[in-house]
């Protein structure tokens, strides 16, 4: 079903009711069934799978909002998710550090958490995951709203190689561009030697000639975002929606993932 309309399947607008979708459905389901004399099942199975998303109405508003990031991981468990309650059987309080792993799989690589200390975090293949709790109120529901908030974007002086213009990388003189250095040392019981992280490379082997003035070599810079969200009709509690890639920007990588918690006021 990749790239492909939901609503255009079903021949239906997006304004469409719920009474109109169902009605597009059983039209169109008993007219490509496969048990009649000229069924299509291939088609009949479009229909059920446009029609299993459009008429729920939690799905819908994820799909409306994000369209196939849909099917990447965009639709959301919706009301009263509640993390302690996932985890409580699993032997810990759990928290968002779990929720992060849980989801990795759910976008075909690991997540990495935004608080995890690392020898250079500009260095990460991708960036750090965000989790945003946004407040609404009943008044909101089932309207459109713009939510903004400060994520780390791709810095567009140097084009994230944290290279001021001009220039460029120069090996390590103290390593070689091995990004480690060996120290022999004599003891009563001989010679050893000892390996370790270059110290003035940090173990990469190279380094900018001169860092970008607007990134100091981070390769990013913070920035103001906005993404407009369709806010579901009905929330007893919350309603969490998963943005693929929506989150930090990594120097010379991907983009991490956002968590969008809606919270009734």
Not at 54 to 74: H, Q, R, T
Not at 202 to 216: D, N, T, V
Not at 222 to 229: G, P, S, T, W, Y
């Amino acid at each position: 079903m990749a790239n492909r309309d939901y609503y255009n399947i079903l021949g239906i607008p997006r304004t469409a009711s719920q009474d109109e979708i169902k009605k597009a459905y059983r039209k169109l389901a008993h007219q490509h069934h496969p048990d009649k004399k000229g069924g299509d099942e291939a088609k009949f199975k479009e229909v059920n799978e446009a029609y299993q998303v459009l008429s729920d109405p939690k799905k819908k508003s994820s799909y409306d909002n994000f369209g196939f990031a849909y099917n990447e991981g965009g639709y959301q468990n919706g009301q009263d998710f509640n993390y302690s309650d996932i985890f409580s059987g699993m032997g810990g309080q759990g928290g968002m550090e779990d929720i992060f792993d849980m989801f990795s799989g759910m976008f075909g690589g690991g997540f990495q958490r935004s608080y995890e200390k690392e020898e250079s975090a500009s260095w990460r293949t991708k960036g750090e995951n965000l989790y945003l709790e946004v407040g609404i109120k009943k008044d909101d529901l089932g309207t459109q709203k713009t939510i903004e908030f400060e994520a780390m974007d791709k810095c567009k002086e140097c084009g994230g190689n944290g290279i001021e213009k001009g220039y460029g990388m120069a090996t390590c003189e103290t390593c070689k561009g091995a990004g480690q250095v060996r120290q022999t040392s004599r003891s009563a019981f001989g010679y050893f030697t000892r390996v370790g992280v270059c110290p003035k490379c940090g173990g990469k082997g190279r380094f900018p000639e001169k860092k970008c003035h607007k990134c100091s070599g981070e390769g990013r810079v913070k920035a103001r975002r906005k993404l407009d969200i369709l806010v579901p009709e009905n929330i007893d509690n919350g309603y969490n929606v998963i943005v693929p890639k929506g989150g930090n920007m990594a120097k010379n990588g991907q983009a991490g993932d956002l968590v969008i918690h809606l919270k009734l006021k």
